[in-house]
């Protein structure tokens, strides 16, 4: 069996997870210790791809400093940039030119903003078994309404792409990894915006090509908002999905090299803290991301929320389910919580911002 190639579409802004993205493309977000796309490389070495094309637009020139060859993980890596956005499928086929692989030969193709735990190999698999055109990986999930969903027959031919309706067909939806048959990518126009979703697989199923589906209901997680980015990092921490990428031992929180954590803290539930991060002593961490340089300071509250990069929380302070942007400074006796979101640089002066009486 020849060597794997995938493409890995990392061209988006990440609106969602703003003010983290204001410097930094989500795919490169610290998360669980590492570059968020650092698991999937391994994860996809693990499943035998060798050689990766990265599909790059926002931000592209951080990704090469960030990875470079690829051979500290195994891999080959390639670089293709969108100089203006082509969409999924503009940009599978625009990277696509960087491919080496025959007209017959699979290609995965995999999404830089999802964490599975689902089986690669038995993805591809399939695809070559039943030589399908495409293979989509799909998830289920409790709640499609937020989704568009994807009916497959009693054979796993999927037989329509829905969009999300009050009423959904089936709780499969499109998981966000699929495996091409190479000469398919080639036939996406080249140079123009498209949509795999809206445009690819409807005409490939319109035109009676074998589009096929790959259920599974192992872990499953869109990292877009700060809720979903937190909770990757801390299922990561915790072992709720295993990753060969992750820099030290799963437990309840993962200190990187240079991180101070005083033994009168109390730091757990999945916590990440990066580099260089101080947490003062009576300080309370709970399944937060704690970015390299920041401080946590005495008798201050961090839970379920992002501390960006040399933020510091000041004493007293209670943040949840919140986003700290880099170099921002809480002042003592805020409460930040419900999503609230501190642009980089600012400075919040003491208990400027209450959900409670300060008494």
């Known amino acids: 069996m020849p060597d794997l190639e995938a493409i890995l579409l990392v061209g988006g802004q990440g609106t969602r997870l703003r003010p983290l993205t204001l410097g930094t493309p989500k795919p490169l977000l610290p998360t669980a210790g590492v570059p968020f796309l650092a698991h999937q490389l391994a994860r996809a070495r693990a499943f035998g791809v ?19 060859d690829g051979a500290a993980f195994g891999l080959s890596l390639h670089y293709m940039t969108e100089e203006t956005p082509l969409g999924t499928g ?39 078994e039943r030589e399908a055109a495409v293979t989509l990986h799909l998830t289920e999930v409790d709640d499609p309404t937020r989704f ?44 123009e915006v498209v949509s795999v979703e809206r445009q690819t697989f409807p005409g490939l199923i319109e035109s009676g090509r074998l589009v096929l589906g790959y259920p599974d209901r192992t872990y499953w997680l869109d990292v877009g908002t700060p809720a979903a980015f937190v909770q990757g990092s801390r299922d990561l921490v915790l072992g709720r999905l295993a990753s060969p990428a992750l820099p030290g031992p799963t437990g309840e929180y993962l200190a990187l090299p240079g991180a101070r ?21 009576g300080a309370t961490v709970v ?27 000041c004493a007293g302070t209670v943040v949840r389910d919140a986003v700290i942007g880099d170099a921002a400074i809480v002042g003592s006796g805020n409460e930040l919580q419900n999503g609230v979101r501190v642009w980089p640089g600012i400075e919040l002066p003491e208990r400027a911002l209450r959900y409670s009486s300060d008494v």
Request: overall charge negative; charged content about 20%.
């Open 148 to 191: 568009g969903c994807v009916p497959t027959d009693e054979a796993g031919r999927v037989t329509a792409f829905l969009e999300k309706t009050p009423n959904p067909v089936t709780n499969r939806i499109n998981a966000g990894c699929y495996v091409f048959t190479r000469s398919v990518i080639d036939s996406i126009p080249r140079g």
């Open 287 to 313: 399944g937060s991301v704690l970015s390299d340089d920041c401080v946590v300071e005495a008798g201050s509250t961090v839970i379920d929320s992002v501390v960006g990069r040399g933020a510091r929380v």
């Open 261 to 281: 954590v005083s033994p009168e803290a109390k730091v757990g539930g999945g916590t990440a803290v990066g580099a260089r991060a101080v947490v003062e002593p």
């Open 90 to 128: 503009g940009a599978i086929r625009n990277a696509a030119e960087a491919l080496t692989v025959g007209p017959d030969d699979p290609v995965l193709i995999l999404n830089g903003d999802i964490l599975s735990g689902h089986d690669i190999g038995e993805q591809i698999h399939l695809h070559r």
């Open 50 to 68: 060798r050689r990766i094309v990265f599909a790059t637009s926002y931000k592209a020139s951080m990704f090469e400093p960030a990875f470079g």
